[in-house]
């Protein structure tokens, strides 16, 4: 029997946790973020869909509209730090619920914006309304702090499987949450975020009150009941990041993985329009693209657990490389878009799954939460990188072009992945703990 206790000053101790009672634990937490998932992954594309909208309105011009979707961006970069280290010092559920409650006062401060018409606390409240997508980032490691080694990855898959429920139906409820609102002092186009404000409470709520005990503090008394707090600092995640040549792998995954995606994604509705395409046929490309992203996740899973997390990194390379040839290529023919873009989704499951798997294993388990907090920043600093040059890319040089050099970021993560499987094999059987 292992009584499970936090470290001082951050929880009360938790209810004892026997070896044999781990596995109903793990479905438990699992269940929980997986709900959590469905209802916070609601709330930020419930918005998102109007962000550039709403810039528009409030600044007066198109040429600011792409500032609010920036601003969210970098807030769920810069904040995942500040959250890691949150969930170091005290677990994940103080970590979750605190960055809902940041993306809650976010969104309210942007309705505010928008019925001040003021651009710059605008930007402001777009910039915290991203540590719910910080939330929603971190929870696919929460589902894994209890799970298995041999079946981490279908454990982050489940949970990022379940970001599809938000994905899909979060765009269709915004123009209802936006008339919900008609007739008040609140425009329309900023109704969605009122409504996505609740849900981050909710959301929150949830997991307060259900993340118990709670999974990052319970594996970690389980691996080291002993264990010196020295090693739970930022400073020694990344250092055990840059010491490990597989932590190393993985960070490049996640990043080129979502740089590439978010890159390409966001410049084919304009070489579709360029080709003729309709709304409605931009939406089903795109629809198509966030099937392969999220549904086919838990496949990933599977396979990252049973292959090996090298061998679907693979896999993201082929994907990527293929999906970038066929969208390149495509011109006028919108069936090969739709299916570039669905395989870009595809590869992007397989990196951020086999990716984050890796990371997990290949961190000591007091410095898991500070190596997982850099990966969530260097993949959205990168991304955000990515979709500013995307734009400046396509001006000059054409979509062709920027699916070749999407395509030219993969070959470094392709080359380590190779290196690392013949320098650095995985241990021949992981520790549950480690």
């Given at each position: ?14 209810p004892?946790?026997?070896?044999a ?8 937490t699992s269940?929980?973020?997986?709900a959590?998932q ?9 918005s998102?869909?109007?962000a ?22 970098i ?8 959250l ?7 677990g ?13 006062a ?13 651009f ?49 139906l ?15 002092s ?15 409470v909710?959301?929150?709520t ?5 993340l ?30 840059r010491?490990s ?17 978010v ?23 795109i ?10 996740s838990?496949v990933?899973?599977?396979?990252a657990?049973?292959?090996?997390r090298?061998?679907?990194i ?15 290529t ?28 890796l990371?997990?294993?290949s ?10 907090g ?14 500013a ?9 054409g ?8 395509a ?12 690392t ?5 995985a241990?021949?059987?992981?520790d549950?703990g480690?």
């Open positions: 029997m292992w009584a499970v206790t936090a470290s001082p000053g951050t929880e009360r101790t938790a004892p946790v026997a070896a009672d781990l596995p109903r634990l793990q479905r438990r269940a929980v973020l997986i959590a469905m209802l916070g992954g609601l709330g930020v594309p419930i998102i869909a109007l550039p909208v709403l810039a528009t309105e409030v600044s007066g011009t198109e040429a600011m509209s792409g500032f609010a979707s920036t601003a969210s961006v807030g769920t970069a810069l904040l995942s730090l500040p890691a280290a949150l969930m170091t010092a005290r994940r559920r103080p970590g979750l619920v605190l960055a809902y409650a940041i993306g809650a976010g969104a309210a401060l942007v309705v505010l914006a928008a019925m001040l018409g003021n710059p606390l605008l930007l402001v409240g777009m910039a915290a309304f991203g540590a719910a997508s910080s939330a929603n980032l971190q929870a696919r490691f929460a589902a894994a702090d209890l799970a298995a080694p041999d079946r981490r990855a279908r454990a982050i898959s489940v949970v990022v499987w379940a970001s599809t429920i938000g994905a899909v979060g765009p269709n409820l915004s123009a209802p949450a936006g008339h919900s609102f008609a007739g008040t609140i425009p329309e186009t900023a109704g969605p975020f009122v409504w996505a404000g609740a849900v981050f909710l959301t929150g949830l997991i307060g009150v259900l118990r005990p709670d999974p990052l503090l319970t594996a970690r008394a389980l691996a080291a009941p002993g264990e010196p707090r020295a090693g739970r600092s930022l400073r020694a995640g990344f250092t055990a990041v010491e040549p597989r932590a190393r792998l993985a960070l490049l995954t996640v990043a080129v993985s979502h740089t590439t995606m890159s390409i994604m966001v410049m084919t509705p304009v070489d579709l329009g360029h080709h003729g395409a309709d709304l409605q046929l931009v939406g089903l490309v629809s198509g693209h966030i099937a392969g992203m999220f549904a086919f838990p990933m899973g599977w396979l657990d049973r292959l090996g090298l061998s679907v693979g896999l993201a390379a082929g994907l990527l490389s293929v999906a970038a040839l066929l969208a390149g495509a011109g006028p023919s919108h069936a090969q878009s739709a299916l570039g873009l669905f395989l870009l989704g595809l590869g992007w499951s397989a990196g951020m799954v086999s990716g984050s798997a990371l997990t294993d961190v000591p388990q007091a410095a898991r939460a500070a190596g997982q850099l990966s969530d920043l260097t993949m959205n600093a990168a991304a955000g990188l990515g979709g040059a995307a734009g400046l890319v396509m001006a000059r040089a979509y062709g072009w920027l699916n070749a050099i999407g030219a970021l993969l070959l470094p993560m392709a080359a380590l992945a190779l290196f499987a013949r320098r650095h094999p241990p021949a059987k992981a549950a480690a």
